[in-house]
């Protein structure tokens, strides 16, 4: 039965399944022809208002700048098709997936209704901010570069847990590397959030691949969600292809990396940001600074330099949601004597007005990781203007690392970041990025020319100062295509700090 079901499946026709939702999609959407858009008006039956489908792109294999389709843009087809499935629906995951969109959409109607009348803040039952956080991890895991890693045979799947990998495959009978994604994502959605941590994430551990289990409770429990918002009305925030999968902070040629700000555009106006609790919450008064801070040094000491693994946005001006169930008492943050349930917490979210330094920060994280995908979508000329000016011009470090071409192979005593990370600095397809977003600026109005670092690999082995550059590059941004480490050290010292913040 399940493989006259599989070979029914197979002949379906195929799907168009978006990694990132059209709810999300259409906050970005202009009309094909804005000047002559006019209202729908006519005798009869009142006719619906037209709505913009339509995206500004900036297409990276042609270099320019064209529109296209909502439906079409930002997806894969049959991502989520599962030939394979017991049942007799190969597309149930893309259902499922549909139901928490359909739920998160009704969640971001109502802030972006809020924040685009004006409101400082929105309020979030527990179910809807968890709801938010459920579904913000489900972008984070099913982004096209994670898929990709997926996708691969058992033959073929290079990543670093290669052993752990085929290993849990064989003690869970799953065949493929993509039966193993496909089943924990069900474990993602399905996992009930209404119950304490300490209840839910063992249940999770048992029915997820055991790193990925840790990686979902990390992203719920060890960062806190804020939304941000530009100060000046010109800046814009960019939606890239993998915006929903790169973070800010620290990553090592170990395969160490510490996600201190993960984003999520909202819309041009509004950006989701979940920040690590290893930085300061931006609360006085919280309890548990002690174990923060223990945290905090346990992650850096993952890493090459230590004493570099800092966050280049920790003067991003957010802070952790307050909240019904706790008040301020003698300076120090505590629970309300009368016991509310969580069922009936409520979260009061400011929108935190950002400097245009802070948004093109950003926006340039976006950007440096944009080589290798295949389009951008901006909404107005100006913001994706400023956004490329600050990126082309900007000094800050880290940035724009080039490795000079050479002609021969290298050395083997030349040092070696993972292979990403090598080809996406070399001359030969940093430079060509670099000038193509150096000519769109140009097409809008700009004067710049792209200001870069160029790095000659054999000064690698004798250069610490400039090895030290190349890590800077993971320092300061990565692509959650690879896993992070919750160490036990770390999931114990949280079991600590959890007691403190009641989040």
């Not at 599989?6 to 022809?33: C, D, M, T």
Request: proline share 5%.
């Amino acid at each position: 039965m399940a493989s006259s079901s599989a070979q029914e499946g197979s002949l379906l026709p195929p799907q168009y399944h978006h990694f990132i939702p059209r709810f999300l999609l259409r906050n970005f959407a202009v009309f094909k022809n804005p000047g002559n858009v006019k209202p729908r008006t006519g005798r009869g039956k009142k006719k619906p208002a037209p709505v913009p489908s339509r995206l500004n792109t900036l297409d990276f294999a042609s270099g320019t700048l064209i529109q296209d389709d909502v439906a079409h843009t930002f997806g894969i087809v049959d991502m989520y098709r599962d030939i394979t499935a017991s049942g007799s629906d190969p597309f149930d995951l893309e259902k499922r997936l549909s139901r928490l969109e359909n739920d998160a959409a009704r969640i971001f109607a109502d802030i972006k209704r809020a924040h685009d009348s004006g409101r400082g803040d929105i309020h979030l039952k527990r179910s809807e901010k968890d709801l938010l956080r459920r579904f913000l991890f489900i972008m984070l895991y099913r982004n096209k570069t994670l898929a990709g890693r997926y996708e691969k045979s058992t033959e073929e799947y290079d990543a670093v847990d290669r052993e752990a990998m085929l290993s849990y495959m064989q003690e869970h009978s799953f065949r493929t590397p993509r039966d193993v994604w496909f089943s924990n994502i069900r474990a993602f959605l399905e996992i009930d959030l209404s119950k304490e941590w300490q209840q839910w994430y063992p249940e999770l551990h048992a029915r997820a691949y055991p790193s990925d289990a840790r990686w979902f409770f990390k992203n719920m429990q060890m960062s806190y969600l804020a939304f941000c918002t530009p100060e000046t009305a010109d800046e814009e925030f960019l939606l890239t292809q993998n915006s929903y999968g790169v973070f800010e902070g620290p990553s090592s040629p170990s395969g160490a990396w510490t996600d201190y700000h993960v984003f999520a555009p909202v819309s041009p106006r509004l950006l989701m940001v979940t920040r690590s609790f290893l930085l300061p919450s931006g609360n006085d008064g919280e309890a548990g600074e002690e174990e923060r801070l223990a945290m905090l040094e346990q992650s850096k000491s993952m890493h090459f330099d230590p004493a570099s693994a800092d966050s280049c946005l920790e003067d991003l001006p957010i802070a952790k949601a307050r909240n019904n169930y706790t008040r301020m008492l003698d300076g120090k943050l505590v629970l309300l004597p009368t016991r509310i349930s969580r069922e009936k917490h409520i979260f009061f979210f400011k929108f935190f007005a950002i400097k245009a330094t802070h948004v093109q920060k950003i926006n340039q994280i976006f950007l440096e990781e944009a080589l290798g995908t295949t389009q951008l979508v901006y909404k107005s000329s100006i913001g994706l203007r400023l956004a490329l000016e600050y990126y082309l011009t900007s000094e800050d470090p880290g940035f724009k690392q080039v490795i000079r071409k050479m002609d021969a192979d290298l050395p083997d005593h030349i040092p070696r970041l993972d292979g990403d990370a090598w080809d996406t600095r070399r001359e030969e397809n940093r430079l060509p990025f670099l000038r193509i977003l150096e000519n769109i600026a140009k097409t809008l109005g700009s004067t710049v020319t792209a200001k870069y670092n160029m790095i000659d690999p054999v000064g690698l082995a004798g250069s610490k100062h400039i090895g030290t550059e190349l890590i800077d590059w993971y320092r300061k941004i990565g692509k959650t295509g690879d896993k992070g480490p919750v160490s036990s050290r770390i999931m114990d010292l949280y079991g600590k700090f959890g007691s403190y913040i009641k989040s």
